[in-house]
């Protein structure tokens, strides 16, 4: 079983800077794009930033030029530097992993949430 953990949500105020960590654990997996999604309440799940193992990223416009992804292969770990945070930034973010499993089977994991509450 593959878990996705992650870590460094909280409150901050708008302007702010907040920096989130996703790591995957597990056992017979390789695991290629990685990212995040945000899901504010009532609406829809959306990408925040995804990144390949070989460093190709994608970005919502919403982010663009605030938010940094990056990713330590080695440690099967991202990371989201989210800058100059709005108040429409609050929600639940989400790391997503695209997981192969060595018996071939493929799996889209999500993380469990963590909450970023941009607020005065």
């Known amino acids: 079983q593959v878990q996705l953990v992650e870590s460094g949500g909280g409150l901050v105020q708008p302007g702010g800077s907040l920096r989130l960590s996703c790591a995957a654990s597990?056992?017979?997996?390789?695991?290629?794009?990685m990212g995040w999604y945000y899901q504010a309440p009532g609406k829809r799940r959306e990408l925040v930033a995804i990144?390949?193992?070989?460093?190709?990223?994608e970005c919502g416009d919403s982010v663009k030029g605030r938010f940094t992804i990056s990713r330590d292969n080695a440690k099967n770990t991202i990371y989201l530097q989210m800058n100059s945070l709005k108040p429409e930034d609050t929600a639940v973010y989400y790391c997503?992993?695209?997981?192969?499993?060595?018996?071939?089977?493929?799996?889209?994991?999500w993380g469990q949430g963590t909450q970023v509450t941009v607020s005065s």
């Open positions: 997503y992993g695209q997981i192969t499993h060595s018996t071939g089977y493929p799996e889209n994991g």
């Open positions: 597990g056992s017979g997996f390789d695991i290629n794009a």
């Open positions: 990144i390949t193992r070989a460093g190709e990223i």
